[in-house]
């Protein structure tokens, strides 16, 4: 068999995110969301003639922030561009958008470098009404035109990603970035996220660009990740069969993961891009900078840096914390719960069992676990008055009914045997004396063979003892 070539996926995204302001990008109808179709509507969002568009200078504000939360050089003057298209939700025949000049330059969020940030306007929505329920047996399509108009910041990623699961996790920093500077709702289930990925592939070790397909509009982090492991396994299996990928736009569908032509790629002069004759070009000076700037609060990848450096947490644990805001707002809690001597650290490392007891998605604050008594298990089992093992099956009582973990341990009888307590040698005497023949073994020097003696004593001590002080007890008193 030939050595099959490896392959590097290479992904970058295209983010759309709906601004909260109160108003449209360029006119002063309300922003709405699930209200009655139609109702919030105007001559200049509807495109009728002699209507003349105004920006909104709250959005402009948003997209400031943006740029200066993902690190962006920030345009002192850029341009809006018509980008000219027929749809039926686009009333005007273009959609004003920015071009060549964008609000946002080049910027860096974690590992991923920002290629640009621009404002532009959103398209209203065509709800196809059939009977069956189903797109394509649609009877009819209507429209309902209280989304045309709304603003949004498009941020465009270099192609800096190399896994569909880095991209889901790096789309989900980009969330926490965007909720913690508040510029957005940021919900990709009802569309004020949206995400398209551009994937291709390359030989591993190339550095040149292989051609891209773009997956449209994946609308969960799930279906991101899913999506693109799909269209990787796609490109791959065209690849390895000696033919090609072409340039095309994807629709992936979760429910059969299945992935289906949307169209050929269309390219920037199919849009007869031109500057938007009706708004003179937007000047960002000083004070509006400052503006922006004054609002941020300390972002997240700023916070793991913060837990890493001045907190001494491992990297990993600092960015899992850090980039999802209600984890971290909990460490820091149980850090300040648990006073001067606390352990960042050992607190830290009781995140995980917390969130793997409540659910992968909980806010720990809305568990029964207070940030005290999650900094109080940490301190007991770092002072070793309790176990690991018994430590968290404290976690699961709190989890369970709340409370305070040294009740917890006192009622239920948990706290570590001492190690000064003869009554642990006792049972490390016992456990020897029930298994000469693995005692005989770890004499010989095979420490593996400790196993079933340490089991013995935990067992007889309900998990009580502490591991290395069993160890240390059965190699005393085998003479080692
Ligand atoms: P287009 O002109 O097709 O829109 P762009 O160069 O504007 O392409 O890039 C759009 C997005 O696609 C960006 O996020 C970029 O990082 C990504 N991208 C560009 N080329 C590739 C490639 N070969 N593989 C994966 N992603 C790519
Ligand atoms: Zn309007
Ligand atoms: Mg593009």
Redesign the pocket.
């Known amino acids: 068999m030939s050595a099959e070539v490896e392959y590097e996926p ?5 983010i759309h995110v709906q601004l909260k302001t109160r108003t449209k990008m360029f006119c002063c109808c309300a922003l709405s969301f699930g209200d009655e179709p139609n109702v919030h509507t105007c001559p200049r969002c509807l495109g009728l003639p002699g209507t003349l568009p105004v920006v909104n200078a709250q959005a402009v504000h948003y997209g400031i922030m943006i740029g200066l939360a993902l690190g962006c050089e920030i345009a002192p003057r850029s341009q809006f561009h018509r980008k000219n298209y027929f749809y039926p939700d686009l009333p005007k025949g273009y959609q004003i958008s920015q071009y060549d000049v964008p609000i946002c330059g080049p910027g860096r969020l974690a590992d991923v470098r920002i ?1 640009r940030v621009h404002l532009e306007e959103d398209a209203a929505k065509l709800v196809h009404v059939g009977e069956s329920g189903r797109i394509h047996s649609a009877d009819r399509s209507v429209v309902d035109f209280n989304r045309g108009g709304t603003p949004l910041a498009e941020i ?4 800096d990603l190399h896994s569909a699961d880095d991209a889901r996790e790096w789309l989900i920093l980009l969330r926490t970035t965007l909720r913690a500077i508040g510029v957005s709702d940021v919900n990709m289930e009802e569309g004020s996220l949206r995400c398209d990925a ?3 592939l390359r030989p591993k070790g190339s550095t040149t ?2 051609t ?1 397909t773009e997956l449209k509009n994946m609308n969960s982090f799930r279906f991101l990740a899913q999506g693109v492991k799909a269209e990787i396994e796609r490109q791959t299996k065209l690849l390895r069969s000696g033919e090609e990928v072409s340039q095309e736009t994807l629709h992936f569908d979760p429910a059969s993961g299945r992935i289906t032509s949307l169209r050929s ?1 269309e390219e ?1 002069h199919d849009y007869r891009y031109f500057p938007e004759p009706d708004l003179v070009p937007l000047v960002v000076d000083d004070a509006m900078l400052e503006a922006a700037r004054a609002e941020l609060p300390e972002l997240p990848s700023a916070r793991a840096e913060r837990f890493e450096e001045t907190l001494g947490l491992p990297r990993d644990r600092a960015r899992d914390l850090a980039f999802r805001t209600e984890l971290g707002d909990f460490f820091e809690a149980a850090l300040a719960a648990g006073g001067a001597d606390a352990d960042p650290i050992a607190v830290a490392n009781w995140i995980p069992a917390l969130v793997e007891r409540i659910g992968s998605d909980a806010d720990p604050a809305s568990s029964k676990v207070s940030p005290g008594a999650l900094a109080g298990l940490a301190g007991m089992v770092a002072a070793k008055s309790v176990n690991q093992t018994a430590a968290r099956e404290v976690l699961t009582m709190l989890v369970a009914s709340g409370g305070d973990p040294a009740q917890i341990v006192e009622r239920e009888g948990l706290g570590a045997i001492d190690a000064q307590d003869s009554g642990l040698a006792e049972v490390v005497a016992a456990a020897i004396a029930a298994d000469p023949g693995a005692a005989d073994k770890v004499r010989g020097g095979n420490m593996k063979a400790t196993g079933p003696l340490v089991g013995y004593v935990m067992r007889e001590t309900k998990g009580r003892a502490d591991g290395g002080e069993i160890t240390r007890l059965i190699r005393e008193q085998l003479g080692l």
């Open positions: 290479v992904i970058g995204l295209e290629h465009v990623t270099e192609p551009n994937v291709s660009l292989g891209k790629k920037a």
